[in-house]
């Protein structure tokens, strides 16, 4: 750290308890307020960044609590410098991250998810609040528009990639884009929550006769939908639901196995009879089947994902260039 920085470690070995070691005080750091980083933190911070790398298919990494000390240390001041600066975030940059992350959340789940599941995911993910994971974006934003500010020639040289090291990235990661069966699904649906066997009967009836109505030609698909389903989010919309991937798991523990796989055992444009699963109550129309397949560089990364392989590969290298540059700025720059 810079002289000028007052920063003060200090290791504590005495005959507290475990609990007590945990929240003892590691450093202080004072560049325009002081603030306090303790072991607790430390600690929490290099479970977060394990859990992390887990949950993105990577194995843990043994990093070591000076490591993330020093780590928090620069996170605080820059953030601090940036603030002294006068430096702002806009909602704007804010919202593009926000949507560039939940971007990268769908190509590795494989499907388009709305902004509250993308909330839900970072929830669980990240063990904090919305509000958390907002204030950690905002102060990222700040340190990266600090630092580049400041080692501004370290930026400009990041090459964009090309082609070439696009296709050697694929080729050696063409596990990852192998897209499994998809089924694209649209239904008719009264949700039934907790098991409630009166409000079960009652929505079970009600599909019943839609189904009749639906076989003897009285009412169309996306009439019944109008008149008989209960989720308004899927409505107004013939009751379409999206592609269905086979490996969703999420999806299929929220369903239940037996109604998840039914999915992909339907007709192709058969209307279903009434099937119940974890949810509720359904009339299931399958509207496309799509085989497993080895994507191209020119394949889209879902079906209802306008993004090609290509240009994921692209931003993926680009992201991590941009990375590199920001940790040789960090290690470079001088604050005063």
Do not use: C
């Not at 005959?15 to 005080?25: G, Q």
């Not at 959340?105 to 994971?133: C, H, M, P, V």
């Not at 099937?275 to 560089?297: A, F, M, Q, R």
């Amino acid at each position: 750290m810079k002289r000028l920085l007052v920063v003060i470690l200090s290791l504590f070995i005495s005959a507290f308890s475990f609990a007590d070691i945990l929240s003892e005080p590691l450093a202080s750091v004072n560049l325009i307020r002081p603030e306090m980083i303790t072991s607790l933190e430390v600690d929490q911070k290099i479970e977060l960044y394990n859990r992390q790398l887990r949950s993105s298919g990577m194995p843990a990494q043994n990093i070591s609590r000076k490591e993330m000390l020093d780590s928090i240390i620069s996170s605080i001041l820059i953030a601090q410098a940036a603030e002294r600066s006068g430096l702002t975030v806009s909602d704007i940059d804010l919202n593009r991250v926000i949507q560039s992350q939940k971007q990268s959340a769908e190509g590795q789940l494989r499907q388009k998810i709305t902004d509250e599941q993308f909330k839900q995911l970072i929830i669980n993910q990240t063990s904090s609040t919305w509000d958390e994971y907002l204030s950690e974006i905002k102060d990222q934003l700040l340190q990266q528009s600090f630092i580049t500010q400041n080692k501004k020639n370290i930026f400009e040289n990041i090459k964009v990639p090309g082609n070439e090291e696009i296709e050697i990235k694929y080729n050696e990661n063409l596990q990852f884009f192998f897209n499994p069966e998809y089924v694209r699904v649209s239904m008719v649906f009264i949700p039934v929550l907790n098991k409630n066997v009166e409000k079960g009967k009652i929505a079970n009836n009600k599909l019943e006769q839609a189904y009749l109505e639906l076989k003897n030609g009285s009412i169309g698909f996306d009439n019944a939908v109008l008149i008989y389903s209960e989720e308004e989010s899927i409505k107004y919309r013939g009751g379409d639901i999206g592609y269905v991937g086979r490996d969703n798991q999420n999806l299929k523990l929220q369903l239940g196995d037996d109604f998840f796989n039914k999915l992909f055992q339907l007709p192709l444009n058969d209307i279903s009879k009434v099937l119940e699963s974890n949810s509720g109550y359904h009339i299931v129309k399958i509207t496309e089947k799509l085989d497993p397949k080895l994507l191209t560089l020119e394949d889209k990364i879902t079906p209802d994902n306008p993004l090609l392989v290509k240009d994921y590969i692209k931003d993926g290298i680009l992201q991590e260039n941009q990375q590199k540059a920001l940790s040789i700025a960090l290690h470079e720059i001088n604050i005063e």
